[in-house]
């Protein structure tokens, strides 16, 4: 893994998308969807439903930062001009050279908008051509049909079950184990996330 600095203020950013660092200040920029849609941290192990909640998941995000195990960034969507979300790398593991990429959550709005492979894009050539990591791993709760919907999508691969692995807010949880690998995004799951983002583009309404 490249020497990363988590004290950097790093922009990823394409024509559809902005993802920015995520501040303690952001929260007056999220939390209408901590309000508003609690229903979106059903399956999180770190639900931000209502304002306290949001603060707590806000903290840990930045701690994981100083610590140097997580970058929490804000999603914007340059389309609308609007905050739509947040997601992060996390579970840094330099010695392994690998990374996951998590906690991703959008508002309903911008689910299944093309946003989600977006985001995923910018932070895949990131990880892999720029920190030239190994790994990228992706997990969820096994229920969560939606979440492993998107990361199929995007060309993971399902490694398997972790049975009973973790607590979650409402008991114990199944977690399901995604990855993509070095060779494999670039021979070739790179070029079909993009090809499936251009047809998305084709077909969506502008």
């Known amino acids: 893994m490249q020497t990363f600095n988590f004290l ?12 920015n660092p995520l501040h303690h200040q952001d929260i007056d920029k999220l939390v209408h969807f901590s309000e508003q849609q609690p229903e979106l941290w059903k399956y999180s192990l770190q639900p931000a439903n209502g304002l306290e909640n949001l603060k707590t998941y806000i903290d840990f995000a930045l701690r994981g930062r100083k610590e140097e195990t997580a ?4 999603v914007f969507d340059k389309r609308i001009q609007q905050i739509a979300g947040s997601t992060r790398f996390c579970d840094f593991q330099k010695n392994h050279n690998t990374v996951q990429l998590g906690y991703t959550w959008y508002g309903k709005e911008f689910q299944s ?3 989600n492979k977006q985001c995923k894009l910018l932070m895949l050539e990131f990880a892999f051509e720029k920190l030239d990591v190994e790994r990228v791993e992706f997990r969820a709760d096994a229920n969560n049909a939606r979440s ?3 990361m199929k999508s ?3 691969t399902v490694e398997g079950i972790l049975r009973n692995n973790c607590t979650a807010p409402e008991g114990r949880r199944d977690s399901i184990v995604l ?13 079909t996330l993009k ?3 251009e047809k998305e583009r084709k077909f969506s309404p502008q």
């Open 8 to 19: 950097q203020e790093h922009i990823l950013e394409n024509d559809r998308v902005r993802l």
């Open 113 to 115: 908008t093309g946003l």
């Open 179 to 191: 990855s993509i690998l070095k060779d494999e995004w670039f021979g070739g799951v790179k070029e």
């Open 195 to 197: 090809s499936k983002i």
């Open 71 to 74: 970058y929490p960034f804000i």
């Open 148 to 150: 492993i919907a998107a």
């Open 154 to 156: 995007i060309g993971c």
